[in-house]
């Protein structure tokens, strides 16, 4: 079941907030006051992302078009019940419908997400926060099944995780560093086999801070190298000031 809380695709994005969520675009991880954000993928079998921001600042329609799939998703902002909703569908029809609980920061309490049309809890992330760590909790039918600790800098920013699936006989540990823009820049993850995997990420940016192209590298450990296994490209539109402004 995919979740719907206010992490990126990248592990250890950082999520804080130090201002009331101003729009879903903020919630998503945009900077500015983007209209529309398309992003291209160079790897095999690349898809393109699309997300669409309506003027209100509280819809955002996000396309997922991929070589065997199409994936839909519609979030809706409520800032008075300070909740996020989000209803994810494949092309096959499979449907969920997801409720994100903020703080006053715009940072993510709880998630629970249900299967449509029936209704069904089939999933809760529960958040618990200290001064320096965050406490997830994923639940199925009730069942732990991923318990995540992630240990913070002054900004906010996860620099380690470790990740316990309910099976697993230790937990993953990653290490992450950020760019100046607070996106993540490296992660080494220590498997609980004794893998151990790198990963290094370049990105250029427009004058708003989101970025324009994204660079993913996997250290080849044969050859003691990074070698280059994706690229994204990003267009963004903005409104401006008076579409911004209700005008």
Not at 143 to 150: A, D, N, S, W
């Given at each position: 079941v995919r979740g719907a809380s206010a992490a990126t695709r990248y592990p250890g994005r950082?999520?804080?907030?130090?201002?009331?969520?101003?729009?879903?675009?903020?919630?998503?991880?945009?900077?500015?006051?983007?209209?529309?954000?398309?992003?291209?993928?160079?790897a095999h079998g690349g898809y393109t992302h699309r997300h669409e921001f309506d003027d209100s600042g509280q819809i955002a329609t996000v396309t997922h078009t991929g070589a065997h799939n199409e994936i839909r998703s519609t979030y809706r902002y409520d800032p008075?019940?300070?909740?996020?909703?989000?209803?994810?569908?494949?092309r096959n029809g499979y449907t969920t419908r997801a409720i994100t609980k903020l703080d006053h920061l715009g940072r993510e309490l709880q998630t629970e997400i249900y299967t449509l049309p029936d209704g069904k809890l089939v999933q809760r992330n529960l958040v618990e926060r200290g001064p320096t760590w965050i406490r997830r909790t994923q639940l199925n039918n009730d069942?732990?099944?991923?318990?995540?600790?992630?240990e913070l800098d002054p900004l906010g920013r996860c620099v380690k995780s470790a990740t316990k699936g309910r099976r697993a006989p230790k937990p993953t540990i990653a290490h992450y560093t950020y760019d100046q823009h607070d996106n993540v820049?490296?992660?080494?993850?220590?498997?609980?086999?004794?893998?151990?995997?790198?990963?290094?990420?370049?990105?250029?940016?427009?004058?708003?801070?989101?970025?324009?192209?994204?660079?993913?590298?996997?250290?080849?450990?044969?050859?003691?190298?990074?070698?280059?296994?994706?690229?994204?490209?990003?267009?963004l539109t903005y409104f401006t000031a008076a579409q911004a402004a209700g005008g």
């Open positions: 950082a999520t804080h907030m130090t201002t009331a969520l101003l729009s879903i675009a903020h919630h998503l991880g945009f900077k500015g006051n983007p209209q529309l954000a398309i992003e291209t993928s160079e008075i019940k300070r909740e996020v909703e989000h209803i994810y569908t494949q069942r732990v099944v991923t318990r995540i600790h992630e820049a490296t992660v080494v993850r220590f498997g609980p086999f004794g893998t151990i995997t790198r990963e290094s990420y370049e990105r250029e940016y427009d004058q708003h801070g989101n970025w324009t192209l994204e660079r993913r590298y996997e250290w080849n450990r044969l050859e003691s190298r990074y070698e280059l296994k994706s690229t994204l490209t990003r267009r």
